[in-house]
T-cell receptor, first 109, second 113 residues
Framework: DAKTTQPPSMDCAEGRAANLPCNHSTISGNEYVYWYRQIHSQGPQYIIHGLKNNETNEMASLIITEDRKSSTLILPHATLRDTAVYYC??????????FGAGTRLTVKP | GAGVSQTPSNKVTEKGKYVELRCDPI?????LYWYRQSLGQGPEFLIYFQGTGAADDSGLPNDRFFAVRPEGSVSTLKIQRTERGDSAVYLC???????????FGQGTRLTVV
């Protein structure tokens, strides 16, 4: 059972920032927030993860609220190749990754 | 290898037959996961290996499904008496440790006719 809630779909204009929300109100203190994405017909691809501090890498930024009950994945300059299903996953180190339905992001020219 | 390799990429089998799906993880990765994904849905967890042992097989839907990883590297997912409802993409992933990122293969598309 997924512990996260995500909107089923979102649109974003090419070149703009894409902000993908995720609610995880029942997150435990030892659980991390992970983001993966899945481009059509490919396996999921890791994007970023964090515990409580904001994180940034070459792909995206992860903003986690102070109470850790929600987070936002930010793609700073979305391109057409960022069109994919984005999955927010909450997991502890001794647990497995359970995927929900994700958010289908469509980047439009 | 450079990534997680799954073979075959496509498999068509008749209802009632036995199938084996193979996963070659990234060299040195101790954690290995199997998922299956139906059209329009997120990946569904099946089983997790840490080394040679199945640390969590709670996602296997029934006793027709079984997976092994005898030497802590290659894993085989085995499905007996296949049913049409088993048709899906079966995904394998590996990671160095549980907390690190998991790398997924391209999947095996299983079609039971």
């Amino acid at each position: 059972d997924a512990k996260t809630t995500q909107p089923p779909s979102m649109d974003c204009a090419e070149g703009r920032a894409a902000n993908l929300p995720c609610n995880h109100s029942t997150i435990s203190g030892n659980e991390y927030v992970y983001w993966y994405r899945q481009i059509h017909s490919q396996g999921p691809q890791y994007i970023i993860h964090g515990l409580k501090n904001n994180e940034t890498n070459e792909m995206a930024s992860l903003i986690i609220t102070e109470d850790r009950k929600s987070s936002t994945l930010i793609l700073p300059h979305a391109t057409l190749r960022d069109t994919a299903v984005y999955y927010c996953i909450v997991r502890a180190l001794d647990n497995d990754m359970r995927f929900g339905a994700g958010t289908r992001l469509t980047v439009k020219p | 290898g450079a990534g997680v390799s799954q073979t075959p990429s496509n498999k068509v089998t008749e209802k009632g037959k036995y199938v084996e799906l193979r996963c070659d993880p990234i060299s040195g990765h101790t954690a290995l996961y199997w998922y299956r994904q139906s059209l329009g849905q997120g990946p569904e967890f099946l089983i997790y290996f840490q080394g040679t042992g199945a640390a969590d097989d709670s996602g296997l839907p029934n006793d027709r499904f079984f997976a092994v990883r005898p030497e802590g590297s290659v894993s085989t997912l085995k499905i007996q008496r296949t049913e049409r409802g088993d048709s899906a993409v079966y995904l394998c992933a590996s990671s160095q440790a549980r907390v690190t990122e998991a790398f997924f293969g391209q999947g095996t598309r299983l079609t039971v006719v």
